[in-house]
């Protein structure tokens, strides 16, 4: 088993849709989760990052995390094309030697 | 948010020769620092660590005198591809550390002809 899955699609949905991207994860020393865009031929940009359970916002993204279940959601609200990317989860420990493990990927499209 | 650059971004080179790619971060000091490589449609593959004054660590299945990572100073770290081969054309990004967030370059596409 994968330390982090990711659903690598590709999505492609109409423009304003809710859009919900997740990854699930297994080693329970994850503390911090991050979600970064991607768009082709550039390098990752962060979107989001969150320590605690629960839900974090920042204008049409949230983040959820569910420590629980190991599992770790982002919506996109009001959808836009130019939200069309590849979004990548990643976590990590927090410890001094600590090291970043990202999902594979999710590739969305967004249709006018 | 902090700034991380990379040069250059493209690179075309022969068979048998090294490429030195930079990665420095702008407005923060890092300690630590990364690289991936990628290929198209695929995520991102750690390839090594760099800290800052002592020597990288790197993946099993990384060959470390292949890929000589140097980070000499707490805002630029150096991946000098050695004997490049068609097989090391790449997207190969960098990335630092500010606060426990990592913060990515723009990459740097190397064609090995």
């Known amino acids: 088993q994968k330390e982090v899955e990711q659903d690598p699609g590709p999505l492609s949905v109409p423009e304003g849709a809710i859009v919900s991207l997740n990854c699930t994860y297994s080693?329970?020393?994850?503390?911090?989760f991050m979600w970064y865009r991607q768009y082709s031929r550039k390098g990752p940009e962060l979107l989001m990052y969150?320590?605690?359970?629960g839900n974090k916002e920042d204008g049409r993204f949230t983040a959820q995390v569910d420590k629980s279940s190991k599992y770790i959601s982002l919506f996109i609200r009001d959808s836009q094309p130019s939200d069309s990317a590849t979004y990548l989860c990643?976590?990590?420990?927090?410890?001094?030697?600590?090291?970043?493990?990202f999902g594979p990927g999710t590739s969305l499209s967004v249709i006018p | 948010g902090a700034v991380v650059s990379q040069h250059p971004s493209w690179v075309i080179c022969k068979s048998g020769t090294s490429v030195k790619i930079e990665c420095r971060s702008l407005?923060?000091?890092?300690?630590?620092m990364f690289w991936y490589r990628q290929f198209p449609k695929q995520s991102l593959m750690l390839m090594a660590t760099?800290?800052?004054?002592?020597?990288?660590?790197?993946e099993q299945g990384v060959e470390k005198d292949k890929f000589l990572i140097n980070h000499a100073s707490l805002t630029l770290s150096t991946l000098t591809v050695t004997s490049a081969h068609p097989e090391d054309s790449s997207f190969y990004i960098c990335?630092?550390?500010?606060?426990?967030?990592?913060?990515f370059g723009p990459g740097t596409r190397l064609l090995v002809l």
């Open positions: 760099s800290n800052e004054g002592s020597k990288a660590t790197y």
């Open positions: 990643a976590m990590g420990t927090g410890t001094s030697y600590d090291k970043v493990i």
């Open positions: 969150t320590y605690s359970s």
């Open positions: 990335s630092a550390r500010d606060r426990g967030t990592q913060y």
């Open positions: 080693n329970s020393a994850f503390q911090y």
């Open positions: 407005d923060f000091q890092a300690t630590t």
